[in-house]
């Protein structure tokens, strides 16, 4: 009787639910594209997450120590990180794989030579052949090469198992060869055919210290200036290759020269070298070794880098960047490559859901306001008709259900409609919004991510993507939890906004209504 009922008073009124529909319909397009806009971004975020490598590393944030400094006009020193504290941080759940390095630098030879070769430079566009920046022979008249010797902790070698490197040939190192420091070292493909070497063969090294007050001149690598030698000989157990990324840049050949000269060690065997510093320089500097000993373990005050960490999943990069706020030292943060691969597209990704947020509150709220006041102006034109029923003896709760089934029925076709042209519009609107912001981007001046050594790109991991491959990402899907989330907010809306009008009819009795009803014509 009450549905059908409710059905005639929605043919007897058209124009009146036709307005209201039309209302309805509008204001839910802008919350559904902004529930569906929201859904994109999380997922577009996703998936980009999904395709870095779970890598992630230590930085210094100077930019907030330099603002904490000037806000209590103080100096904030920063405090090194130590071997206790990186396996504090590898010991994390979210840590597949830890590595750290100690860097030997002072290794040379006159028979070895480096891997070089200018023309990969031709590939780039408009750049000339530039020399081997990291060649003695190239900047100083000797015969001496230098190379360096980069400290490993992991055996497995984490550059191996990030994807830095390929293990072509041989072996990585076993758990007692880098705990006690053993003469055994990896080398690239490219620098053992320089030099016509192999996996198994032997070579030597000079661990040469020079008097560092003649650095980067004509005198600093000659036998006058030397302060201490030793020869080591060191075993080739493992072969590895660098790929170039497809469009490399300058900076990339630079990584990937630097990579493919230089040796991975134990950590052990870089650390057994202090003692040979700590003797030569007691007469140079013997206020600072005096200094040095006085530690029990001279160890952690080495200077370590490569701060490595290679998670379980990608996911887990922003729970681990939480976790290590309670063991790194202040101002250390977890840097990961989402910023440099893609950072302008998170940035324009983020605009868009603000905006989102933004249309989906604005949305609801109007929606609220609109519809209370629609709904009241409805109700109040049918005093007379509410009236005689309740005259007629007709039950209050059931008019109200009467007036429920028309308001859900109306808001019902309007949400739906709304729902499947929010879908059709959602993707090409906000795609073009992010295209925009991607130009307004590429117009200003570039941001620095950070090329040092210390920064992921530095060390050589890159995953670089184009706008139009990130775009790709963004699609709009159908996700049932969006489409429920939306009718529920919406239908919760219509039921909240016809309350007042209801609770009206509650209060008042029938003769107050056709009192008013009368007053009224």
């Known amino acids: 009787m009450v549905f059908k009922q409710a059905m005639i008073s929605l043919k007897r009124r058209p124009l009146q639910y036709a307005l209201m529909m039309v209302i309805i319909f509008l204001l839910s397009t802008v919350t559904a594209m902004a529930l569906i806009a929201q859904d994109a971004t999380d997922r577009t975020h996703a998936a980009l997450r999904h395709q870095l490598p779970a890598i992630t590393t230590l930085r210094v944030d100077y930019e907030a120590r330099d603002a904490y400094a000037t806000l209590t006009d103080s100096v904030v020193p920063i405090t090194n990180m130590t071997p206790t504290i990186l396996r504090e941080v590898g010991a994390l759940s979210y840590v597949r794989l830890f590595d750290f390095t100690t860097e030997s630098l002072n290794f040379y030879s006159s028979n070895l030579r480096r891997s070089f070769d200018p023309t990969l430079f031709l590939l780039l ?7 081997d920046l990291g060649s003695l022979r190239a900047q100083f008249d000797t015969d001496l090469e230098q190379f360096i010797l980069q400290g490993v902790e992991s055996p497995s070698v984490l550059d191996i198992e990030a994807g830095l490197i390929d293990l072509v040939w041989g072996r990585v190192f076993t758990d007692d060869e880098i705990q006690e420091g053993s003469h055994k070292i990896l080398a690239s493909q490219a620098f053992l055919r320089e030099n016509q070497l192999q996996v198994g063969d032997v070579i030597t090294l000079y661990h040469q210290i020079f008097n560092e007050n003649y650095f980067e001149t004509t005198a600093y690598l000659t036998e006058e200036n030397l302060l201490s030698i030793q020869t080591f000989e ?288």
């Open 234 to 521: 060191f075993e080739i157990i493992g072969e590895f290759t660098h790929t170039l990324p497809e469009n490399p840049t300058v900076h990339d050949l630079r990584i990937h020269f630097d990579l493919i000269n230089r040796f991975y060690v134990s950590n052990r065997f870089n650390e057994s070298l202090l003692d040979t510093y700590i003797d030569v320089f007691s007469d140079i500097h013997p206020d600072l070794i005096e200094e040095l000993r006085a530690h029990d373990n001279l160890v952690e005050l080495m200077d370590f880098s490569r701060f490595l960490f290679l998670l379980e999943n990608p996911a887990y990069l922003d729970d681990f960047a939480v976790a290590i706020g309670d063991i790194v030292p202040p101002f250390w943060y977890a840097q990961n490559l989402s910023e440099t691969s893609y950072g302008d597209i998170s940035s324009s990704l983020e605009m868009i859901r603000n905006l989102s947020e933004w249309f989906f509150w604005g949305a609801s709220l109007s929606s609220i306001l609109i519809l209370t006041l629609l709904i009241l102006l409805i109700v109040r034109g049918r005093m007379q008709e509410i009236g005689i029923y309740l005259a007629l003896g007709q039950k209050r709760i059931s008019i109200i259900s009467g007036f429920l089934i028309e308001f859900f029925a109306i808001s019902l076709i309007a949400i739906t409609l709304s729902l499947l042209v929010a879908y059709g519009i959602s993707g090409q609107f906000t795609q073009g919004l992010i295209r925009q912001d991607l130009a307004h981007q590429a117009s200003e001046v570039m941001t620095d991510y950070g090329m040092f050594g210390d920064s992921l790109v530095g060390m050589g991991f890159h995953h670089p993507m184009s706008h139009d491959e990130m775009l790709e990402l963004y699609t709009l899907s159908f996700n049932p939890l969006t489409v429920l989330t939306f009718y529920g907010i919406s239908l919760m809306s219509v039921a909240l906004v016809s309350c007042t009008p209801m609770i009206i009819i509650f209060k008042i009795s029938p003769k107050q209504i056709l009192t008013f009803s009368a007053y009224q014509q």
């Open 125 to 131: 566009e408009d750049t000339p052949m530039q020399p």
